[in-house]
């Protein structure tokens, strides 16, 4: 069994940072790229960041020069370092994996951790 476990958010204030952590966990053979993703009230969910196995990355025009995604592969773990945090930051952010369990290629998700930005 597969597990993607986030942890980091929590309560920000505008223009300061969050770090997010995800830990893949289990019968895994493989991962492939490894990225986030969030999730607004009354919204879709949207691509934050996204990076390969060979640390190609990708980011949303939204958080380009703000947010840094990275990962440590021998942890199967990726991060995504959140700075200048602004008022359309705070939502709910999912990690998501390619991931070869040994069967085939499949998408893991996250159970999400909330970002909220604190009064």
């Known amino acids: 069994q597969v597990q993607l476990v986030e942890s980091g958010g929590g309560l920000a204030q505008a223009g300061g940072s969050l770090r997010l952590s995800c830990v893949a966990s289990g019968r895994i053979f493989s991962l492939n790229v490894m990225g986030w993703y969030r999730q607004a009230p009354g919204k879709q969910r949207e691509l934050v960041a996204t990076?390969?196995?060979?640390?190609?990355?990708n980011y949303a025009d939204s958080v380009k020069g703000r947010f840094t995604i990275s990962r440590d592969k021998a942890k199967n773990t990726v991060y995504l370092q959140m700075n200048s945090l602004r008022p359309e930051d705070p939502a709910v952010y999912y990690c998501?994996?390619?991931?070869?369990?040994?069967?085939?290629?499949?998408?893991?998700w996250g159970q999400g951790t909330q970002v909220t930005f604190s009064s």
């Open positions: 990076i390969t196995n060979l640390d190609t990355t």
């Open positions: 998501h994996s390619s991931i070869f369990a040994g069967r085939a290629w499949d998408d893991y």
